[in-house]
């Protein structure tokens, strides 16, 4: 999302200093569940909310739904609704300067000629699955204090998401901020879409090239055009250990749902698996 312009570490958090439990086992998270009965949704939510809502499921319109969801979502903590795009560029992570002490899978790091040091986003990076637990990373709005001018307090920070529609509305989702989206503000891009207060940009493979795009310097024998994905047959296309995460999120995000979502502390998963 960005370009390396910033490496003095101004404004650093203590967000990778966060841990959890580890338990091999089991999730830190417990999974929100669900059944469905009869046209009805039934949500038991974790034991944080101490809620159990009957929803009918949203009629075509998704007026009823959308409406009761809403209702559940603020009661539980939550805020939004948050807009949401998804992205791989193969940058470097804005974040990486302000987090402490510097997560180790965030980039590869290539010495070039005159001592240059260029940043590509590591696979770690993107969307992957745990006890049916979505993870991942993703580039914010300014509104979640994440910016060029003045700190980034937000970088580090994990949220909670819960999807309004679409293929992972009953999905636990959980991401840390990882980078700055600066396009992402309020009102309409030049791409159309419609920003909210909040945006999430997700890191997924395959989710097209931003602003900042290095994967043509990353991975040269892949095309440009190779990199918006739009069925997961395509994902073959992207290099071998992006695929998985590619067919995720075409499989549960590929369109731009909106979200509800509440600062956690970081589950040890995504911790170990970007090394904080």
């Known amino acids: 999302m960005e370009t390396l312009e910033d490496l003095s570490g101004d404004g650093e958090t203590e967000a990778c200093l966060i841990e959890q439990p580890r338990d091999s086992g089991t999730s830190t998270y417990p ?12 949500l038991a939510v974790a034991p944080w909310a101490a809620l159990v809502v009957l929803l009918r499921e949203p009629a075509a319109s998704g007026v009823f739904g959308l409406r009761a969801t809403k209702t559940l979502e603020l009661n539980d903590g939550f805020r939004g609704p948050a807009s949401t795009t998804r992205y791989w560029d193969c940058s470097y992570q804005h974040c990486y300067a302000h987090m402490s002490p510097k997560p180790s899978k965030f980039h590869y790091e290539k010495l070039e000629l005159g001592g240059n040091v260029t940043y590509f986003a590591r696979p770690e990076l993107g969307l992957f699955e745990q006890w049916g637990h979505l993870f991942g990373t993703v580039a914010v709005s300014r509104s979640l204090d994440v910016n060029f001018r003045w700190g980034s307090k937000g970088c580090g920070k994990c949220y909670d998401l819960k999807m309004q529609w679409g293929n992972a509305q009953y999905k636990d989702l959980t991401v840390m901020a990882t980078n700055f989206c600066p396009e992402c503000n309020k009102g309409k891009s030049s791409w159309g879409i419609n920003y909210l207060d909040w945006h999430f940009d997700f890191a997924i493979p395959g989710g097209g090239l931003g602003l900042s795009p290095h994967c043509q310097v990353q991975y040269p024998w892949v095309k440009s055009q190779d990199w918006l994905v739009t069925h997961t047959w395509n994902c073959r296309a992207l290099p071998k250990e ?14 731009y749902g909106n979200v509800f979502f509440k600062e956690v502390p970081c589950p040890w998963i995504l911790l170990d698996r970007l090394g904080c």
Do not use: K, M, N, Y
């Open 31 to 42: 999974a929100r569940r669900s059944w469905r009965v009869a046209g009805f949704a039934v």
């Open 242 to 255: 992006l695929q998985a995460s590619c067919e995720l999120g075409i499989t549960f995000l590929p369109d």
